[in-house]
Nanobody, 127 residues
Framework: QVQPVESGGGSVQAGGSLRLSCAAS???????????MSWYRQAPGKEREFVAR???????SNADSVYGRFAISRYNEKNTLYNQMNDLKPEETAMYYC??????????????????WGQGTQVTVSS
């Protein structure tokens, strides 16, 4: 099963930037490029919310709240997902999670990785 592992979180002043990474381990016979991948975040006491998604074809979508500031991307040869976050706001302090959404092929074993979450990486934005 493919396991996402996030990194790159930390503390930053309001208006600052961070780039998060999500490396997928255990890809093995699966093709990383065929996975649809997403970023989510969850602040204390709040529900986990969608941030951005990039599908296997490279098409992107994002939450309205991060439009123009966050950019999701991927480097398939490194089995890695990224989230470039600019102009960060204090209210965006949260745990940021990587998620495997879907494997867009007929490989049943790879499809079983759908819905897998990483452990999260903490982002703290101070005012």
């Amino acid at each position: 099963q493919v396991q996402p592992v996030e990194s790159g979180g930390g503390s930053v002043q309001a208006g600052g930037s961070l780039r998060l990474s999500c490396a997928a381990s255990g890809v093995r016979a699966c093709s990383y490029a065929v996975f649809d991948m997403s970023w989510y975040r969850q602040a204390p006491g709040k529900e986990r919310e969608f941030v951005a998604r990039i599908n296997s074809g490279g098409r992107k979508s994002n939450a309205d709240s991060v439009y123009g500031r966050f950019a999701i991307s991927r480097y398939n040869e490194k089995n890695t997902l990224y989230n470039q976050m600019n102009d960060l706001k204090p209210e965006e302090t949260a745990m940021y999670y990587c998620k495997i959404e879907r494997y867009n092929s007929m490989n049943e074993a790879c499809q079983k990785s759908s819905g897998s979450w990483g452990q999260g990486t903490q982002v703290t934005v101070s005012s």
